[in-house]
């Protein structure tokens, strides 16, 4: 039964470091208007996209831990 417990704890850990992650994607949009004006917006865009598939990917992991368990 701890296992169980266990791995819904750790898929929860890994879908919070998902939001978490997204939440630093949403301040690389913030700046974004700054880096159109310097002329960086494809590094901004790329680190935007990089952050979102990353969390995308931390949060379906987790979800599946939890739903597994």
Request: net charge positive; hydrophobic share 55%; proline share 1%.
């Amino acid at each position: 039964m701890a296992d169980a417990e266990e791995k819904q704890e750790k898929g929860g850990s890994l879908m919070f470091a998902g939001l978490a992650v997204w939440v630093a994607g949403l301040l690389v949009l913030f700046y974004l208007p700054a880096g159109f004006r310097l002329g960086h917006q494809l590094r901004f865009e790329a680190i935007l996209a990089g952050l979102g598939v990353l969390g995308a990917v931390l949060m379906g992991a987790g979800w599946k831990m939890r739903k597994g368990a």
